[in-house]
């Protein structure tokens, strides 16, 4: 039963950061592109004043998978490296917190254009 609960979490949390960005699509005449990058400025600040830990410690994966999970990621990179490197950390920290999954995107999205066919929509 404990499992289902962290499952429900995760997917409330999760469901609930992809309804307001599509609220924010629906009400507004920003651009996806634009709404993307503020959800992972979103996660920044919220994972530099400590304010999204809390919500990844209490839904998961809910709070992690979404670009708001990424923008955290960065700031958690950046305060580890800084506090291992000093000010240099400021520059690589996010760099090698996200390294892995950015590698794995680049590799699996490339992976896919192999196995696909690509053309255009028209």
């Known amino acids: 039963m404990e499992i289902f609960l962290e499952y429900l979490k995760a997917f409330a949390v999760g469901g609930a950061l992809c309804l307001i960005g599509q609220i924010i699509i629906d009400k507004t005449k920003l651009t996806p592109a634009r709404i993307l990058t503020s959800y992972v400025v979103a996660g920044v600040i919220l994972g530099a004043v400590g304010l999204y830990k809390p919500l990844v410690d209490w839904a998961g994966a809910g709070a992690t998978v979404p670009l708001t999970g ?33 590698a794995a995107a680049v590799f699996f999205g490339y992976l896919i254009a192999l196995l696909s066919k690509p053309g255009d929509k028209s």
Do not use: M, N
């Open 70 to 102: 990424f923008g955290y990621l960065l700031a958690e990179g950046v305060k580890k490296a800084v506090d291992e490197k000093g000010v240099i950390g400021i520059f690589t920290g996010g760099f090698t917190a996200a390294a892995g999954g950015i």
